[in-house]
């Protein structure tokens, strides 16, 4: 099969990371969002299972990664070609990751000194922020402290190491296998953490051992690099369209992604007594609060959502994710990933105080608005300076 890329523009796959991202937000700001508008509770399975939104997000870096560096690294492939490579993935992701983590830092001090509770000064926990720092904190069973979002990053660079020189056995699989065999490859990929995440106790955001808040064991390791090699093969599968330039007709995204979320929504319906933790309550106000980890089986119908947003052009839903909302959107996803928690956190302590029913809806609305303009912060004046300045470094000698 032979592979070359001609990188044409795919604005569809950077706008649906706004989307994943968003999705992401919603899990964690779901109780606020119901609570204000009731006629979303008939969404709470679509917010309960955010956290998918990762699972997302792996499949696409993977797919995206190969897209945009497969060419230059395996005609010339090198120690330095691994090394430049890596160093591109740290101009991206660390200096944004690393100033999220010090922000943390200043909201733990802020915790302290206004309340004197010994938690608070518990929770910056210095052998632990190294971890952080280094980018290794989800490879072992820990809780999630400092910024417990970055669990992702930490798997992320994990899948970044092995890629760099894992490329090369990519490339060499490339050129010998057949279409079919890496469809098969590809729907063998998924059956680890559809298997695994299915097995999980609900609720514990494919993440978590049963009835605690620790990092399961091997799962951050499975679920980033089955997904993540999922995108890079799926990238090879479409190589030839793209290099074609020959579009899907048939709207596969549109398809794909309204599947998925009729799945989300009817898990609660199949699975009406989930496995939840000792004391975890089910309901609140009526309104089921549980994330089914079965939803993972939505994993192949992610691969054909991205697969149809990189061949059909003229989806529908490939067409709204281009417009300009979106890729702005996508362009920020990143940071608001990282950063909504802050947002949010400060968002949760104001409405607590608020007794103006109308007042507290405004404020819901204004939490929502605030966490992207503070990610746009976070990418216009750290994350794009960081990442340009991180590509001027790098030696024009070295293929990346």
Known sequence: ??????????????????????????????????????????????????????????????????????????????????????????????????????????????????????????????????????????????????????????????????????????????????RRMTVILIAALTLPMIVVGSTMQDDTILLFSPNSYTIAPGVVALRVLTEFWIGALLAILLSARLGEGRPLRFPLATVASIAALVVVVLAPVLDAHPWIRHGQPQFRDGVDMIARTGTIVVLPLFVLVIAGLAVAPRDPLARVLATRPLQLGGRVSFALYLSHPLVIGAGVTLLARLGSPALRDLVTVGVLVAAWVFAWVLWRFIEEPCRKLARRMLPRTIAV
Request: charged letters at 10%.
């Open 1 to 178: 099969m032979t592979t070359r890329f001609p990188r044409p523009q795919l604005p569809a796959l950077t706008g649906i990371r706004a989307l994943a991202a968003l999705w992401v937000v919603t899990r964690h700001f779901r109780t606020e969002l119901i609570d204000a508008f009731p006629p979303l509770r008939v969404l709470a399975p679509v917010f309960n299972a955010g956290y998918l939104g990762v699972d997302l997000f792996f499949i696409l870096s993977g797919f995206i990664l190969t897209y945009t560096h497969f060419d230059r690294m395996t005609d010339r492939f090198s120690w330095r070609s691994a090394v430049g490579f890596l160093w591109l993935r740290i101009g991206r992701v660390w200096p944004l990751t690393a100033a999220v983590l010090v922000l943390f830092g200043a909201v733990f001090a802020l915790q302290y000194a206004t309340s004197g509770n010994p938690a608070f000064a518990a929770q910056a926990d210095v052998g632990r922020l190294m971890q952080h720092l280094l980018l290794v904190q989800a490879w072992t069973a820990h809780p999630l402290d400092w910024n417990g979002l970055d669990w992702s990053i930490s798997a992320e660079w994990l899948a970044y190491l092995v890629f760099s020189v894992g490329i090369v056995a990519l490339a060499a699989y490339a050129r010998v296998a057949a």
